[in-house]
């Protein structure tokens, strides 16, 4: 009998172990899938498909694809990391799409034309500067033994359809190639008024890159002496080369996509509208200015077409968030704009709500992450308890945003609140009333301290102790 019992127990245990296996199997992949699907949606916000373009030994551009057109009527941008060591120079060149440079670190200087006018600036950290599609540019890094690093936006244009972006390097040789190298030599020669074997000369001599060294390279001596021009000098220069354009494009019965790009170069405008006289582009610094909204817990800036006019030709706006450690910008959506973010320092967590109120995204984030929070879609930022969490950006329009906050004393809920919220929500007007008075704050919302959740957490249990009533309570001291 024992023998049988024993048995019994046995097989009793390995039933239970049994059991037990195929429930953690069974977790293992409930968690898997739930894994899975976890980072398929994070890569729709988290955007982490980042390509290096450029690399020399005086420095590279790193480029981050936008939203991979998963919602339609989205404009497509991308996000731009360039770094260039103490010295050096990007050589002139023109994109295909408009740039808005952010200074993150160091200081520069940036040439560029601007109707038929060289225009130099001297960018130092948090400035913004935009540059036009199809105007020819170029940067130098002039501080003193730092790096310089700088975050771009870049809508492409919609005329040209190549990948994300498309550089055409005017000055350059074997390394980079310069666009006037796809012209015949008869053509440059008579445009230039040089010889043949002169042109062959111009158009081999560089090698080192995009990014090139002023200080310690023999091929980087064309460029350093060009930059010790005289202001008119270098004017001349440039137009000396984009006058190889037009004039090897003249014989074409059709007007080109290249010149189409360069139309706002020398202010010709050939193609496009008009946008009529205005003054000389200037830069904004955003550390500059004056936080739009700030109390002990942050501070947020945003920079649209009516504080610095050149947005309005881009249709890109700019935002500057400060959290201090635990704190949160609260719960809100943007109505007019997607916004691109990337994170400058520290690390925080970032919850984004899908349209049918399910979570998703709810991702830690930390320095050099870049996000993207779609239009209507509503979404918060928590700083870690660890330190500050500053983060910069840009919209999707020059306009002012004006954010609907959906929690806090400047939320909707205070604006609306009253029978029919009530209602909505399922609860008397009293209750209602005292959850959106709960939080005196707005924007920014301090971290909930510990001595604040164990509060919470009372509350919460004497609220679900009185929803029982007196007969439950009774019966409850019945029982003893």
Not at 255 to 262: A, D, R
Not at 395 to 418: C, D, E, Y
Request: charged content about 20%.
């Amino acid at each position: 009998m024992g023998r049988i019992a024993t048995s019994a127990l046995l097989l009793l245990v390995v039933a239970l172990m049994c059991c037990a296996v195929a429930m953690v199997k069974g977790y293992d992949h409930h968690e898997g899938v739930e894994g899975g699907e976890r980072r398929e949606r994070e890569r729709m916000f988290l955007l982490r498909d980042m390509k290096r373009v450029v690399r020399t030994d005086a420095g590279e551009t790193k480029v981050v694809r936008g939203s991979h057109g998963w919602i339609s009527d989205m404009p497509n941008i991308h996000v731009g990391f360039v770094t260039m060591e103490p010295d050096s120079l990007f050589v002139p060149q023109y994109l295909d799409s408009d740039l808005i440079l952010f200074i993150r670190r160091g200081e520069a200087k940036v040439g560029s034309i601007y109707r038929d006018e060289l225009i130099e600036k001297r960018l130092n950290c948090g400035d913004v500067y935009r540059i036009p599609a199809g105007s020819t540019f170029y940067l130098v890094n002039t501080a003193d033994g730092q790096q310089l690093h700088v975050i771009c936006s870049m809508e492409k244009s919609d005329s040209i359809g190549w990948g994300t972006f498309q550089s055409f390097f005017i000055g350059g040789g074997s390394s980079p190639t310069s666009v006037l190298a796809g012209f015949e030599h008869s053509t440059l020669s008579t445009a230039l008024n040089v010889s043949e074997s002169q042109v062959r000369q111009i158009l081999t001599r560089q090698k080192s890159g995009p990014i090139i060294s002023l200080s310690n390279s023999h091929q980087s001596r064309v460029w350093t002496e060009f930059l010790e021009m005289k202001h008119y000098e270098r004017v001349q220069c440039l137009k000396r080369m984009a006058q190889v354009h037009e004039e090897a494009t003249e014989q074409d019965e059709e007007e080109p996509i290249m010149w189409k790009l360069l139309n706002s170069v020398f202010g010709n405008q050939v193609s496009g509208k008009d946008e009529g006289r205005s003054s000389r582009p200037d830069s904004y610094n955003l550390f500059d200015r004056t936080p739009d909204f700030e109390n002990d817990y942050g501070s947020s800036v945003a920079v649209d077409q009516s504080a610095y006019s050149p947005l309005r030709q881009s249709g890109v706006g700019l935002y500057l968030v400060n959290l201090t450690a635990g704190s949160m910008m609260a719960p809100h959506l943007n109505p007019t704009a997607t916004e691109y973010g990337i994170v400058l320092r520290g690390s925080g967590r970032i919850q984004i709500v899908f349209p049918n109120r399910t979570l998703a995204m709810n991702a830690k984030v930390s320095e050099g992450d870049v996000f993207m929070i779609p239009r209507y879609f509503p979404f918060c930022q928590i700083a870690s308890h660890s330190g500050p969490f500053e983060f910069f950006g840009f919209t999707t329009s020059a306009r002012r945003n004006r954010p609907q906050f959906l929690v806090g004393s400047n939320s909707v809920l205070q604006s609306m609140r009253g029978p029919a919220f009530a209602a909505a929500f399922g609860v008397s007007e009293e209750r209602l009333e005292k959850i959106v008075n709960a939080q005196s704050e707005s924007t920014i919302l301090p971290p909930t301290s510990a001595s604040g959740v164990l509060k919470l957490k009372k509350e919460m249990a004497s609220e679900v102790m009185e929803s029982f009533g007196d007969e439950m309570v009774m019966g409850f001291e019945g029982i003893y």
